[in-house]
Structures are given as structure tokens and as C-alpha cells.
């Protein structure tokens, strides 16, 4: 069935504007914890040229990305695949781009750091890895994303939002380099980083 997200209906267009100055021509874009598949839907109907790879681990969102991808019936979208990125070896074996959106704040911090560990594998020098989501800066973070870190901890104490120089560094173990940050709305952030 398929799921709905409300963020998707803010974030997806302003996402949209910097993949379409980021992403290569031609390839696979590999999306982790893809969840409803609306993102997916939504980009591989703006770049027609690329194939679309959703996965997440949840057998609901799977269903919701089936559901979209049915309804949609594009070319260029993939069926979604059972991913987890802290179980290794990943269940795909090429990607020309890695992005996630919304992933790392919401797992714990060993996610983040296999995510960055199977991208490093499966990356070619120069490929894009995108984070999407809401980040902190020198431990700084805006008044509502300190609230939504403490709804995020009372959750789970493993979960929260995450600084971004941690994340360069541990990206940096596995040659991915941050080169750049862009300002979203509602205080999120885009982190591009790149195989070295
Ligand atoms: C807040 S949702 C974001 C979904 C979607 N990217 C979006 O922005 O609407 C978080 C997603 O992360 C996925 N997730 C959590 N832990 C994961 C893991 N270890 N590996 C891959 N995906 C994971 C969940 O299943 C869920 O779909």
C-alpha cells in the first residue's frame, strides 16, 4: 500500500534543484532507506536518462515503493530492493550515485558509518554521495532541529541529529570527501560528498 510522507511534499522540489547541478547524465542512482518511494518516483521522472535504484530495509516501505513504482509504471525506476546498509556485503553490486535522504538521524550512528563504508566500496572516484537531512555545525543546530534531536533520543538514545564534522571525518575513512553544504529549507541541509 502505498505511504505517504508529508516532508516529501516540502522537500522534494528544492532536492530536486541541486541533484540536477550534482548528478551525472547517464547511471544508476542507488537511494537508501528510500520509505515511502515518493523521492524515487519523484526523481526518476526528472531525470528520465537515469536508473533508479530505491531500497530500504522495512517490508512496509517496501510495499509503498512497489505501490508507487506500480502506479507510475516508469521506465527508468527499478524495483526496490531489501537494503539495510549495516549488513554487509550490500545486495548490489554497482551504483554511479548514493544518496540518502533522512536516513542517518533516525538510525543509530553505526548506519552512518556503513553507509559511508558501502559507498567507499561501491563508488568510483569522482561519484556523488548526497545526504539529505536535518545536521548540527560545530555543535550548533537550529532552535527546532534541537527539539526534534530530543524527541529523536527519547525515542531512542542511539538516534539523533548529527554533527557534521564528525561525519566528514568518518566519511573520510572510506576516501568520500565533503565538497559541499547547502542550505535547504526548514534548516536542513545537503552534504555532497565525493570518492576520492
Ligand atoms: C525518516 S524515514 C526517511 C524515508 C525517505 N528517505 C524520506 O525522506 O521520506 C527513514 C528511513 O530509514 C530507513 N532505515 C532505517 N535504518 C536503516 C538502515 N540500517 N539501513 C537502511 N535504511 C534504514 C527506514 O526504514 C526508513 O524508511
Known sequence: MKKHAPAFERNHEPIREVLARELPATGTV???ASGTGQHACAFASAF???TWQPTDPDP????SIAAWRDELALPNLLPPVRLDVTEMPWPVDAADVIMCINMIHIAPWEAA?????GAGRLLAPGALLYLYGPYRFDGTTAP???DFDRSLR???PRWGVREVRELGAAAGEHGLVMRGVV???ANNHSLL????
Open 144 to 146: 527546532s532541529n534541537e
Open 30 to 32: 542507488l537511494e537508501i
Open 193 to 196: 560528498f565525493r570518492r576520492v
Open 60 to 63: 512496509t516501505s517496501l510495499a
Open 183 to 185: 542550505a535547504m529549507p
Open 113 to 117: 558509518l556503513a553507509l559511508f563504508a
Open 154 to 156: 527519547s525515542r531512542d
Open 48 to 50: 528520465p536518462d537515469l
